[in-house]
């Protein structure tokens, strides 16, 4: 079983649209959670960081973590074609620098 | 400008060569990392730096070497004992003043194809 499990898709949605992307994990020893967004062929981009559990909002994202439940999830709202990417999440614990990657899920917004 | 370049974007190899794959910071981070992505996976560490004149290995070392003279470059040897290179690798580097901190921001990436 892999430390983190992430549905690779695809996700397809219709513009305008929320849209929901998921990570469960198994090591609980995980307290600092990333998403980064990554366009094809480029490197990926830090979207989100939060650490422990709660909410963080910035614009039309908003990050949630949920140790009890080790999920983590990012919603995007009013969900716009320029969102089409591969969104991975990241996370690791508080002892070490390496951080583990979910596989990544693949997001299409159709205009 | 602040950032990460890599280069060559797209590098291609023989069977038996080693290559060398650039990675330049100018965000003055003390550490920094190589990955490599494969179609339909996440991320995997190959090696890690947290400070000049001394790496880590990460979970895929085999096949690969690294140096850190200088605090700004993190250059990668992809050699002939890597059986299997074709894959999209990506450098990082985090400012590392502890683990709260510890974001890390990616390159471009180099796309490495073996012929």
């Known amino acids: 079983q892999k430390e983190v499990e992430q549905d690779p898709g695809p996700l397809s949605v219709p513009e305008g649209a929320i849209v929901s992307l998921n990570c469960t994990y198994s090591n609980s020893a995980f307290q600092y959670f990333m998403w980064y967004r990554q366009y094809s062929r480029k490197g990926p981009e830090l979207l989100m960081y939060t650490y422990s559990s709660g909410n963080k909002e910035d614009g039309r994202f908003t990050a949630q973590v949920d140790k009890s439940s080790k999920y983590i999830s990012l919603f995007i709202r009013d969900s716009q074609p320029s969102d089409s990417a591969t969104y991975l999440c990241?996370?690791?614990?508080?002892?070490?620098?390496?951080?583990?990657f979910g596989q990544g899920t693949t997001l299409q917004v159709k205009p | 400008d602040g950032g990460i370049t890599q280069s060559p974007k797209y590098l291609f190899r023989k069977e038996g060569q080693n290559v060398t794959l650039s990675c330049e910071q100018n965000l003055n981070h003390d550490a920094m990392y190589w990955y490599r992505q494969d179609p339909g996976q996440g991320l995997r560490l190959i090696y890690y730096?947290?400070?000049?004149?001394?790496?880590q290995k990460g979970d895929i070392a085999e096949g690969y070497s690294v140096s850190r003279e200088k605090k700004e470059s993190f250059p990668l040897t992809v050699t002939s004992a890597q059986k299997n290179p074709t894959a999209f690798y990506l450098c990082?580097?985090?400012?590392?003043?502890?683990?709260?901190?510890?974001?890390?921001?990616f390159g471009p990436g180099t796309r490495l194809t073996v012929l």
């Open positions: 990082a580097s985090s400012p590392w003043t502890g683990p709260s901190t510890d974001t890390q921001y």
């Open positions: 730096s947290q400070i000049v004149n001394d790496f």
């Open positions: 990241a996370m690791k614990a508080g002892n070490t620098g390496k951080l583990i």
